[in-house]
């Protein structure tokens, strides 16, 4: 009895064997197989699983018809298992047969596409027969090449989904659109603490440059364009701008459907004299009140004179004639004054190359275009001035470039021009701009036609990587995990149950 | 010898378990010795588990006994024991681990400052950290003297720690008004503060952070016996004494303003020793005489920062001379007020309640290691009631073909089978 019962367990454990070496064992190396793909930047929500999906389902079909031929051939164990086994067998060939005769003429065709449309190359391609089985080094070069891509632009670490660093400013809502992976304000544009997703950095640079790189094909200059435009914006009194700043009904815009967000006076409550916005950025009142600040306290301090006697005394300074301190350092002092007194002193040739004017002195005017770029406030419930921008490719250049340099300036993460990523008071220049104008473009159409190839293409060429290496083992597999099961029965019709 | 062998087996399993928690545990209770039961929190709860399954193995074990003879019952006695132990260790914290249980439990109770993964081996050092926070907040207030020397020596002070009602009305009183009139004053008018604290502290998010205007409760307030004033130049005849003597406030309870350089706590330092170097000034000969009038002027531009019209708070700027060096220091306030940087105020805080989340920690570890021992010794006390109170059990045998089928006393299985086996035969 005991040598029989022990022979039920071992072919108990052999069928049990033998069944997971079949689709279990399938469906896990998929899974392995597909892990880069997974991991993919570029791989959709349904294309990151979509060939543990199809593995999944490959299995599932095989199981309906083991309880369908179950079902059918209830006496025939024999050719219950011939009809699994040739059910299998087709379920695991179609993916290498889909792969290898239909999916080929589908990956030439998009390859064609992005030649002729998008102007890649042929070299930019592996032909069919090399992605086929280099599908997941292409995925993980492409990888390194984005998480290089991140650091670069200080992107977040993953930034797929980009981050919002709290509410807005002036406490209006930052909205989340998921399918744009960005947060946005009431006025349209990307809320006060967005830090771009990978999607939206992509999206601006392109903006940026090939709006940038049009022009220049066309021997123009974007950047001179867009000031005219601008100008002629703030210039004529009856431009759209300026009729949002005035608050004129909505019927006399030029712009097609022109709503105000809030009310008419939308730009007046924010930018006016007591306008709200006013509390977020360095404006020239502010200024003055702190160089009065500035100019009574060290005007009240007597170690003013006295560290000046002494530097002027050892000769490592020199005042100029006329600087009568007493008279400068007052509450009275402005900023006028102030930059007046660096030109006097010699410095204004200094700073306006540290600013990059090249003059030979510094305006109050260099002062407020660098500060501009540091406590620049663009209120989230109005326009911006580029909103009223007519001609589309100067708007959407101007839009990209406020990202790219203001915003991005502002979240640590710029994004066009030679210096780029993160600039603070540890490393003012940020990194050097590895990509070219041409070259980012061209790379941006690259990871579009491998977003397609990941989410469509390869996730097959993983499933027929692993089936055609073990459809015949599959097979083979579950054949003897039912010639295991009609031992077992035999050896049940051995035994019956008797009380001791 | 059996009930000896399954003693011993009893003890290999939960009561050590407890034992290597809080072996595990020291570095934990020894930080948190002021927090009363909070650091044992992770031992109470192994301690719980403990008892469960004490009790379990005794009923499991009485039941045997009581069912002494009846195989399958005394079975599932034993197997009832089996699924108890993985349950009550690993089982638990497959559970626990789970991200929407304790990982987000934690990074809530944290704000997000620490998480899961940084805390479930490094628990230790986290301890010492926390431990730190609240001997530092004890010495930064003693000489402010926010705690009175008169009453206790620093030491006593340091002894007392979170058992005295001072210490923990000044705590509580002192970070209210900081989160109040720093912290959320910041965070009420942009995204900037979380963007510092994020590595993204850029030029535009400091501006932002220091020019904003930012509303203050008037009516919460601080508890300050007496402003330190950093000294302007700090040179080696000072060491490590680096504030000029307290100055007694007449009105101890009043309103702080912050600056963003408090809400991060550390002081920023400007290394110039290598451009000053390489002017090739007379430093030696110049500082002597500069330093009186240079910390008149540094006094005056400090007092000029805190104006309204600029950061609206203290920020001191110095000068550090010592070692021959020479660095600019932007040191914050919050040291001088007895007050750690935002981040590390918050900790302090609900330190009592991180003590019992880190203390779970080692409990949660051990679990899972230990959760195999306990496995094997449950098996093995199975095995032996099995063998002890089982008696024998149903056997299956060859029979003839013909013989008559007799199902009494089987498992529904195995009349199941049997039955429909005999049946096939039959029709064959």
């Not at chain 1, 709200?276 to 004179?305: E, H, P, Q």
């Not at chain 2, 926010?146 to 002192?174: D, F």
Request: hydrophobic residues 45%.
């Amino acid at each position: 009895m005991d040598k029989v019962r022990r022979k039920i367990n071992v072919l108990r454990v052999l069928q049990v064997v033998f069944y997971a070496l079949g689709f279990p064992l399938f469906v896990h190396m998929v899974m392995l197989t597909a892990k880069p793909i997974q991991e993919s930047y570029l791989a959709s929500d349904l294309g990151a699983y979509m060939a543990i999906i199809i593995a999944a389902v490959m299995w599932v079909v095989v199981i309906l018809a083991q309880l369908l031929f179950r079902a059918i051939c209830r006496k025939n164990r024999m050719a219950r298992a011939v009809w699994v086994a040739l059910i299998a067998t087709v379920i695991t060939i179609a993916p290498v047969a889909y792969s290898d005769f239909m999916l080929k003429g589908e990956y030439e065709a998009l390859v064609d596409k992005y030649v002729e449309e998008e102007g890649l190359k042929e070299t930019d391609f592996y032909t069919y027969e090399k992605a086929i089985t280099k599908y997941t080094e292409i995925t993980e070069e492409l990888n390194d090449d984005i998480d290089e891509y991140i650091e670069v632009f200080n992107l977040a670490p993953g930034a797929l989904e980009g981050k919002n660093y709290g509410g807005n400013g002036d406490g209006s809502k930052a909205t989340l659109n998921e399918e744009d992976q960005a947060y946005y304000s009431p006025n349209g544009m990307f809320s006060d603490g967005y830090l771009f997703s990978l999607k939206q950095a992509i999206a601006v640079q392109k903006a940026y440059y090939s709006n940038k790189l049009a022009y220049e094909a066309e021997g123009k200059d974007i950047d001179m364009a867009l000031a005219e435009a601008l100008l002629e914006l703030e210039t004529n009194p009856s431009s759209d701008w300026n009729k949002y700043k005035n608050g004129a009904s909505e019927s006399s815009f030029k712009k097609e459907g022109f709503t105000y967000i809030t009310s008419s006076d939308e730009y007046e409550l924010a930018y006016g004299e007591d306008g709200y916005a006013k509390k977020f950025y360095v404006t020239d009142d502010r200024l003055d009140a702190i160089a009065s600040v500035i100019g009574g306290n060290l005007g009240a301090c007597d170690a003013v004179g006295d560290l000046l006697n002494i530097l002027t005394g050892t000769g490592l300074v020199k005042l100029p004639d006329g600087l009568n301190l007493d008279t400068l350092l007052t509450e009275d002092l402005t900023v006028d004054q102030l930059i007046e007194t660096i030109n006097a002193l010699g410095l204004g040739k200094t700073l306006a190359g540290l600013i990059g004017t090249g003059a030979d002195s510094i305006t109050k005017d260099d002062l407020m275009g660098l500060l501009e770029g540091y406590s620049n406030y663009q209120s989230p419930s109005t326009y911006p001035i580029f909103y009223f921008l007519e001609d589309d490719a100067l708007q959407e250049y101007a839009y990209a470039n406020y990202y790219g340099t203001i915003h991005g300036g502002k979240v640590g993460a710029v994004l066009v021009g030679e210096n780029v990523g993160l600039m603070n008071l540890d490393n003012m220049s940020g990194t050097k701009n590895p990509y070219t104008a041409s070259g980012l473009i061209k790379t941006f159409k690259i990871w579009d036609a491998q977003t397609e190839l990941i989410n469509e293409f390869y996730p097959m060429f993983a499933v027929r990587a692993i089936a055609l290496k073990m459809s015949a083992s599959i097979v083979f597999c579950l054949l003897a995990a039912y010639w295991f099961t009609a031992k077992i029965d035999d050896q049940y019709a051995k035994l019956a149950v008797v009380r001791k | 010898m059996k009930k000896v062998l399954k003693t011993l087996l009893y003890i290999i399993g939960f009561p050590a378990l407890v034992a290597l928690v809080a072996y595990n545990s020291l570095t934990i209770y020894e930080q948190g010795d002021t927090y009363s039961f909070w650091p044992y929190v992770g031992l109470i709860l192994a301690g719980v588990i403990a008892i469960v399954y004490t009790i379990i193995f005794i009923v499991t074990g009485k039941n045997s006994k009581k069912n002494k003879g009846n195989y399958n019952k005394v079975k599932k006695s034993v197997a009832t024991l089996v699924i108890m132990s993985f349950v009550l260790t690993a089982g638990i914290w497959l559970v626990v681990d789970l991200p929407f249980v304790l990982p987000d439990i934690l990074e809530t109770a944290t704000q997000g400052t620490r998480k899961f993964e940084q805390l479930h081996e490094d628990y230790n050092a986290q301890a010492v950290l926390h431990g730190s926070l609240l001997d530092d907040f004890i010495k930064m207030n003693v000489r402010n003297g926010n705690l009175s020397t008169e009453e206790r020596t620093e030491e006593e002070w340091l002894e007392i720690g979170y058992q005295s009602p001072e210490v923990q009305k000044l705590m509580k009183q002192n970070f209210v008004e900081m989160d109040t009139n720093g912290y959320k004053t910041f965070t009420s008018n942009g995204p900037w503060l979380n963007m510092a604290n994020d590595n993204r502290l850029t030029i535009p998010v400091l501006v932002h952070l220091l020019l904003n205007e930012r509303e203050v409760n008037e009516e919460v307030l601080y508890y300050l016996q007496a402003d330190l004033v950093p000294k302007e130049i700090v040179t080696d005849a000072d060491g490590d004494n680096t504030f000029k003597a307290p100055v007694a406030n007449e009105e101890v309870e009043t309103v702080i303003h912050w600056t963003i350089l408090d809400m991060q706590g550390t002081p920023m330092n400007i290394d110039l020793s290598g451009v000053i170097g390489g002017l090739g000034l007379p430093l030696d000969t110049l500082l002597p005489t500069l330093s009186g009038p240079l910390s008149e002027i540094l006094g005056t531009v400090n007092e000029t920062l805190a104006d309204p019209a600029l950061a609206g708070a203290e920020i001191y700027i110095g000068l550090d001379i010592r070692d021959g060096g020479f660095q600019i220091m932007l040191s914050p306030a919050a040291e001088a007020r007895g007050m750690h940087g935002y981040q590390n105020s918050a900790w302090l805080d609900s330190n009592n309640l991180l003590f019992a989340v880190i203390s779970i920690f080692p409990a949660r570890k051990w679990l899972y290691i230990w959760g195999a021992v306990v496995i094997f010794s449950a098996v093995a006390v199975a095995a032996l009631r099995l063998k002890e109170y089982g008696g024998k059990k149903e056997k299956l045998e060859e029979i003839e073909e013909d013989e008559p089928l007799d199902t009494t006393g089987m498992s529904k299985y195995e009349r199941k089978v049997t039955t429909a086996i005999a049946e096939r035969n039959r029709m064959r």
